[in-house]
């Protein structure tokens, strides 16, 4: 059974900093990109960041570049995401997703739970 | 970026009834779609891959049509368990983006 389990969200101050962890089991992890995708309180989905197998392709889209890293630990079957600088605007609930695809044609089969990041002062 | 835009944004449907959500792409995104459903505190699932093709496990009620620029995804038989939030997703071309999102509600 295909598991996505995220930790480390919480309260934390504008301009600080804050590091996600995405644990993985039930697939092999090293084999598929994975992603970050948040979801601002009563809004819709957006991308937050993505990785390739081997974690040297990253990629953000310009809300969060320069702020935000992803990285992964194929050993531990885990995915990461540093948030710094954070802003009001990047409150949301956070989910880390696998990436499959069919025929070329792609899709999120699996999500976390989510993790939920409140910025505030 | 291409533009998703959804439709309703929100709707309320009887039990049994046929349900249709509409998905708008600003450009062509040859069949490069995924439907979503979000329950009331809960993460996405995935329904509808590839425009059409229904992932396991999801039940047959569910489908998915549609070409070029517009898509949508249809609830044949309106179920309790259907209250949802349902959003689309395209991966045709980065960065992958999502609809607005369509609340539905059992009537």
């Known amino acids: 059974e295909v598991q996505l389990v995220e930790t480390g969200g919480g309260l934390v101050q504008p301009g600080r900093s804050l590091k996600l962890s995405c644990v993985a089991s039930?697939?092999?992890?090293?084999?598929?990109?994975m992603y970050w995708i948040r979801q601002a309180p009563g809004k819709g989905l957006e991308w937050v960041s993505s990785?390739?197998?081997?974690?040297?392709?990253?990629y953000y889209p310009d809300s969060v570049k320069g702020r935000f890293t992803i990285s992964r630990d194929n050993a531990e079957n885990t995915v990461y995401l540093q948030m710094n600088s954070l802003r009001s605007e990047d409150t949301a609930t956070y989910y880390c997703?696998?990436?499959?695809?069919?025929?070329?044609?792609?899709?999120?089969?699996?999500w976390g739970q989510g993790v939920m990041v409140t910025v505030s002062s | 970026d291409i533009q998703m835009t959804q439709s309703p944004a929100s709707l309320s449907a009887s039990l049994g009834e046929t349900v249709s959500i509409e998905c708008l792409a600003s450009?062509?995104?040859?069949?490069?779609l995924a439907w979503y459903q979000q329950k009331s505190g809960k993460s996405p699932q995935l329904l509808i891959y590839?425009?059409?093709r229904l992932q396991d496990g999801v039940p047959s009620r569910f489908s998915g049509s549609g070409s070029g620029t517009r898509y949508s995804l249809k609830i044949s038989g309106m179920q309790p368990e259907d209250e949802a939030d349902y959003f689309c997703?395209?991966?045709?071309?980065?960065?992958?983006?999502f609809g607005g999102g369509t609340k539905l509600e059992l009537k």
């Open positions: 450009e062509g995104i040859s069949n490069d």
């Open positions: 997703q395209q991966s045709y071309k980065y960065p992958w983006t």
């Open positions: 590839a425009a059409s």
């Open positions: 039930g697939f092999t992890f090293s084999s598929y990109w």
């Open positions: 990785i390739n197998t081997d974690g040297g392709s990253t």
């Open positions: 997703a696998k990436w499959a695809l069919w025929n070329n044609y792609g899709f999120f089969d699996y």
